[in-house]
């Protein structure tokens, strides 16, 4: 089996762009201060997240120019998610506010010489020249007195088009994003404002008063890095994506036994993955090994949250155990040890979680030894539609590269060459461990008639 390589590993185009503008909100807009929530206020979270969309050539859209729509678009886009075309500004205590100064985001126009079909017939990451498709403006980048958003719309030679997007991610998480891009997409086919009107209401996940610790949160333990995890920078790193259509799905479900009861494709995928991960890089098996997953606890919470609440809106599920254990045991032990993990989460433990991050200051999320999993496979980023359809490709822009004995991957909605649907999975390793990782995968997967995560898309 072909391990699906980068969509086009040797493809080379030139994009041209205009002046990086600033896009205001169409109409005035409240000068205000608003607090972030001590949920979005983290040090964690202190990074930009960058996000594609790939446009195909829709004929029915013949004159059309998706720069205009989208630039059109997102003026009025920003009267209803005005906060995003403010600037963030520390408050006393260093506590985070933005101030709506309706400065706008910025917006840059281009055009590429390249067609869609160049891509490769499944388009995912890593991505050629992606840095052409957004381009980080100098100065654009800081937490503080930056724009928030940073989008670049290019067309295509043949077209089609793409839509990246930098998001400052104090602001939003991805299904916080998905809502601004949806109403930016319905806006752009000529509604008057958005289908589900966007919710600030941030306080809504701020600490108690008094804080009240009442979980044990293991994500903020202090570790150290064990030696046979460590993974040495110098070493040559393989980037590759892996689909997981309902048959691979299926085939690691046969691993698992029938008494056991229904798990969801999550917690399949998340523990099969894990064990494989571990696997490939051969650790000792005395090193404790860690699993770090998002939560979306918007439905979780009581009361739940508003159905426009844009904020960041998750809390973590983590599960602990040896190498050892989780090598040499069968899959199910993994997939017990995720769905533990996950049923943690109740209203209470996020209440928890958050008062625990105000009474230590905001810590950092601990990742050692970590394999972090952020699901976005189901928020929507494929279902923003400004007119050309749903996009071929709709989530992150760049695999983010591990660090040291941690690594995080997400979780993509994807389509393969014959059209099916499932989970796009980015995965960076040094090359001798990805060729472990394929043999693992395949000693489960074999070679599926239909297309494997391992077969040529």
Known sequence: MAVMAPSSPSLVFTVRRCEPELVAPAKPTPHEFKHLSDLDDRDSLRFQVPNIQFYRYNPSMQGRDPVKIIRDALAQTLVFYYPFAGRLMEGPGGKLMVECTGEGVMFTEADADVSLDQFGHAIHPPF??????????????????????????????????????????????????????????????????????????????????????????????????????????LHELACCSFFFGSTQVSAIRKKIPHHLGKYSTFEVLTAFLWRSRTIALSPNPEDQVRLIFMNNVRAILNPPLPRGYYGNAYAISLAVTTVGKLCENPLEY????????????????????????????????????SFVVSNTARVGLRDADYGWGKAVYGGLAKIFEIRSTSATTFYIEAMNSKGEHGIMVPVCLPTPAMERFVKELNSTLQDQSDGGPMSNL
């Not at 995720?338 to 943690?344: F, I, P, T």
């Not at 989460?345 to 928890?352: G, I």
Request: hydrophobic share 40%; net charge negative; aromatic share 6%.
């Open 334 to 369: 993994a997939l017990e040890l995720v769905r533990k993990a996950k049923a943690n989460v109740t209203d209470e433990y996020v209440r928890s979680f958050i008062d625990l991050v105000v009474t230590k200051g905001r810590p950092r999320t601990t990742i050692v030894k």
């Open 128 to 233: 050629p020249c992606i840095d052409e498709l957004l381009y980080d403006v100098p100065g654009s980048g800081g937490m503080l007195d930056c724009p928030l958003l940073l989008i670049q719309v290019t067309r295509l030679r043949c077209g089609g088009f793409t839509f990246a997007l930098r998001l400052n991610h104090l602001m939003s998480d991805a299904p916080g994003l998905a809502l601004f891009m949806n109403a930016l997409g319905e806006i752009a086919q000529g509604a008057c404002a958005p289908s589900i009107p966007p919710v600030w209401q941030r306080e809504l996940l701020n600490a108690r008063n008094p804080p009240q610790v009442t979980c044990t949160h293991h994500e903020f333990d202090e570790l150290v890095e064990p030696q046979s995890l460590i993974i040495n920078p």
